[in-house]
């Protein structure tokens, strides 16, 4: 018989076990990956799939991205491994695992719909617009000696959290994974790399918008702490509907859709122009000194055109550089009409530096190319108004037309990367189109013919003469080059944008430095010891001419 004392004891004790296991309890987190990270049942295989959304972009404590990230990546290696199923078909994850003979001889094409498990497509079968090929040579390229091998292709839907983003698609520019889809590739236990013929996956999707790139990538897990999108080993081809990824090694592999200049990108152009604006600034800066100089100590150069063309260009993109960095720098700040003015003034010192190119190249032709009837009376004071005048009649003719506002540069989904005033969006593009597309066309042409003539005559004439000096070639270079820089040929390397970022990089590099080269090849020019410069033959060319005008 149970007493009502033991009955009491038999309770307290009871409350104590069940405190006890109320206090030990933990709070279970599948977002951070350290429960059954091992395992691959349904149960965590939904529950570890939760995280794609969970974790957002915000970041949060609950989730760590390195562990789930490992145990997405793990998941193929697991179902190679185990061979207890050929087939998985889940919301977020679409797998076929299957023995192929290495002995095979054609190509092997699978099927990648994203709605589908994938499957091998047959020879008679139309080809899928989303599919995966293996060549031949893939089998027999296997290290080992083995008559089949284990083929895993899985299908992932990574959504719209933080997995599987890296740092390059955690910046906020509209930067993403193609549909949020990997396709993930391997082939028992062994690591294919460098394959003597890539495979080649193909991503169907409609034409990107203008302003966005195209990447193929495959995940590196051994980037950064958590992993990032690489591109080695693979080629991009963008085909009509699609896009054809060739790689030469197996793993996970994903399209990137970038803005062309997105957030970080333009942020790194500004820095690398604002920088060599600077440092031409400063150069220019010492370039209309030295003239300052030389005009006061040599009564003959008061008389010399060339010197007074080279500062006026000078001059001009001083200004311009000026205007550039204040219009970076105050960005959308200020009222309209601050706004419209500083995009007048920066279209004005634009068009300037553009005019004086092309009047350095006029004054090159009359110097090189047709040499005599050169005369113009107030020669310079022509020049001037020509290069001073022009570009404000233009100004004043765009200004009229309210071209001028707050300009802006967003990526795919409509983000700001960069706002300046410049010209509004709308129909006053095509005033921008021929104000600057157009006119700077004309004048570096121009420029360009002139260049070529006149290094003609460099290389072809001067090896007519009666004395000729060993190793002169180099001197002709270096004044051509030096004449480059004052015709503006950094600014034509804008026509080689279209071809890649790397180009977009070299432009802004070299184009920003123009004051620098101007200022080397006017300090080269004039001051003392001219007979052992490299450029003492235009020097005397423009000496003769400027005594033509008196």
Same mark, same amino acid.
């Given at each position: 018989?149970?007493?009502?004392?033991?009955?009491?004891?038999?309770?307290?004790?009871?409350?104590?076990?069940?405190?006890?296991?109320?206090?030990?309890?933990?709070?279970?987190?599948?977002?951070?990956?350290?429960?059954?990270?091992?395992?691959?049942?349904?149960?965590?295989?939904?529950?570890?799939?939760?995280?794609?959304?969970?974790?957002?972009?915000?970041?949060?404590?609950?989730?760590?991205?390195?562990?789930?990230?490992?145990?997405?990546?793990?998941?193929?290696?697991?179902?190679?491994?185990?061979?207890?199923?050929?087939?998985?078909?889940?919301?977020?994850?679409?797998?076929?695992?299957?023995?192929?003979?290495?002995?095979?001889?054609?190509?092997?094409?699978?099927?990648?719909?994203?709605?589908?498990?994938?499957?091998?497509?047959?020879?008679?079968?139309?080809?899928?617009?989303?599919?995966?090929?293996?060549?031949?040579?893939?089998?027999?390229?296997?290290?080992?000696?083995?008559?089949?091998?284990?083929?895993?292709?899985?299908?992932?839907?990574?959504?719209?959290?933080?997995? &599987?983003?890296?740092?390059?698609?955690?910046?906020?520019?509209?930067?993403?994974?193609?549909?949020?889809?990997?396709?993930?590739?391997?082939?028992?236990?062994?690591?294919?790399?460098?394959?003597?013929?890539?495979?080649?996956?193909?991503?169907?999707?409609?034409?990107?918008?203008?302003?966005?790139?195209?990447?193929?990538?495959?995940?590196?897990?051994?980037?950064?702490?958590?992993?990032?999108?690489?591109?080695?080993?693979?080629?991009?081809?963008?085909?009509?509907?699609?896009?054809?990824?060739?790689?030469?090694?197996?793993?996970?592999?994903?399209?990137?859709?970038?803005?062309?200049?997105? #957030?970080?990108?333009?942020?790194?152009?500004?820095?690398?122009? #604002?920088?060599?604006?600077?440092?031409?600034?400063?150069?220019?800066?010492?370039?209309?000194?030295?003239?300052?100089?030389?005009?006061?100590?040599?009564?003959?150069?008061?008389?010399?055109?060339?010197?007074?063309?080279?500062?006026?260009?000078?001059?001009?993109?001083?200004?311009?550089?000026?205007?550039?960095?204040?219009?970076?720098?105050?960005?959308?700040?200020?009222?309209?009409?601050?706004?419209?003015?500083? @995009?007048?003034?920066?279209?004005?010192?634009?068009?300037?530096?553009?005019?004086?190119?092309?009047?350095?190249?006029?004054?090159?032709?009359?110097?090189?190319?047709?040499?005599?009837?050169?005369? &113009?009376?107030?020669?310079?004071?022509?020049?001037?108004?020509?290069?001073?005048?022009?570009?404000?009649?233009?100004?004043?003719?765009?200004?009229?037309?309210?071209?001028?506002?707050?300009?802006?540069?967003?990526?795919?989904?409509?983000?700001?990367?960069?706002?300046?005033?410049?010209?509004?969006?709308?129909?006053?593009?095509?005033?921008?189109?021929?104000?600057?597309?157009?006119?700077?066309?004309?004048?570096?042409?121009?420029?360009?013919?002139?260049?070529?003539?006149?290094?003609?005559?460099?290389?072809?004439?001067? @090896?007519?003469?009666?004395?000729?000096?060993? @190793?002169?070639?180099?001197?002709?270079?270096?004044?051509?080059? @030096?004449?480059?820089?004052?015709?503006?040929?950094?600014?034509?390397?804008?026509?080689?944008?279209?071809?890649?970022?790397?180009?977009?990089?070299?432009?802004?590099?070299?184009?920003?430095?123009?004051?620098? &080269?101007?200022?080397?090849?006017?300090?080269?020019?004039?001051?003392?010891?001219?007979?052992?410069?490299?450029?003492?033959?235009?020097?005397?060319?423009? #000496?003769?001419?400027?005594?033509?005008?008196?």
């Amino acid at each position: 018989m149970v007493t009502p004392r033991c009955l009491g004891s038999l309770l307290l004790l009871l409350l104590l076990t069940s405190g006890q296991e109320k206090t030990t309890e933990q709070p279970r987190n599948t977002c951070l990956g350290r429960n059954n990270i091992d395992k691959y049942d349904i149960l965590n295989l939904n529950d570890k799939a939760s995280c794609f959304t969970k974790c957002n972009q915000s970041g949060s404590n609950s989730c760590n991205v390195e562990n789930l990230q490992r145990y997405w990546l793990n998941f193929e290696a697991h179902l190679v491994k185990e061979g207890l199923t050929e087939k998985v078909n889940m919301t977020f994850l679409k797998a076929l695992v299957q023995n192929f003979s290495t002995n095979t001889a054609e190509d092997l094409y699978f099927s990648l719909k994203p709605s589908q498990i994938p499957r091998q497509v047959m020879k008679d079968e139309d080809k899928p617009p989303d599919r995966v090929r293996l060549p031949k040579s893939f089998f027999r390229s296997l290290p080992g000696n083995r008559s089949e091998v284990r083929l895993a292709i899985t299908i992932l839907d990574i959504g719209s959290g933080t997995l &599987f983003k890296g740092p390059q698609l955690g910046l906020g520019d509209g930067s993403g994974v193609l549909n949020n889809h990997l396709v993930g590739l391997s082939v028992g236990q062994m690591r294919v790399t460098k394959l003597a013929e890539p495979l080649e996956i193909v991503f169907s999707h409609q034409r990107p918008p203008p302003n966005m790139t195209l990447t193929c990538v495959f995940w590196d897990s051994t980037k950064g702490p958590t992993g990032d999108w690489a591109s080695e080993g693979c080629s991009t081809e963008v085909a009509p509907g699609g896009t054809v990824c060739c790689c030469d090694h197996l793993t996970f592999f994903a399209l990137l859709l970038r803005p062309t200049l997105d #957030q970080s990108t333009v942020h790194i152009l500004t820095r690398i122009s #604002q920088a060599g604006c600077g440092v031409s600034m400063i150069f220019l800066a010492f370039t209309i000194i030295l003239y300052a100089v030389l005009r006061l100590s040599r009564q003959r150069f008061k008389s010399e055109d060339a010197p007074k063309i080279h500062v006026a260009l000078g001059g001009s993109l001083f200004l311009l550089n000026l205007a550039f960095l204040v219009n970076v720098g105050s960005g959308s700040k200020g009222s309209d009409a601050a706004c419209w003015a500083r @995009g007048a003034v920066f279209h004005y010192f634009l068009l300037c530096a553009f005019t004086w190119m092309g009047l350095e190249a006029f004054h090159l032709y009359l110097l090189a190319v047709r040499v005599f009837n050169t005369y &113009f009376g107030h020669y310079f004071l022509k020049l001037s108004l020509v290069g001073w005048g022009l570009p404000a009649l233009m100004v004043i003719g765009t200004g009229s037309a309210n071209s001028y506002g707050l300009y802006t540069i967003r990526d795919r989904e409509n983000r700001t990367s960069l706002e300046l005033c410049w010209f509004r969006e709308g129909t006053a593009m095509y005033t921008l189109y021929i104000t600057v597309h157009g006119y700077f066309l004309i004048t570096f042409l121009f420029g360009m013919v002139v260049l070529a003539l006149v290094a003609w005559k460099i290389f072809t004439l001067s @090896g007519t003469t009666a004395v000729k000096e060993r @190793g002169q070639n180099w001197k002709k270079v270096l004044t051509i080059l @030096g004449l480059s820089s004052l015709l503006g040929v950094t600014w034509g390397l804008a026509i080689f944008t279209p071809l890649g970022l790397s180009t977009v990089y070299i432009f802004a590099l070299f184009n920003s430095l123009q004051g620098v &080269f101007i200022c080397c090849w006017f300090t080269i020019l004039y001051l003392p010891s001219q007979s052992t410069t490299v450029s003492s033959s235009t020097a005397r060319l423009d #000496q003769a001419h400027s005594a033509s005008q008196e």
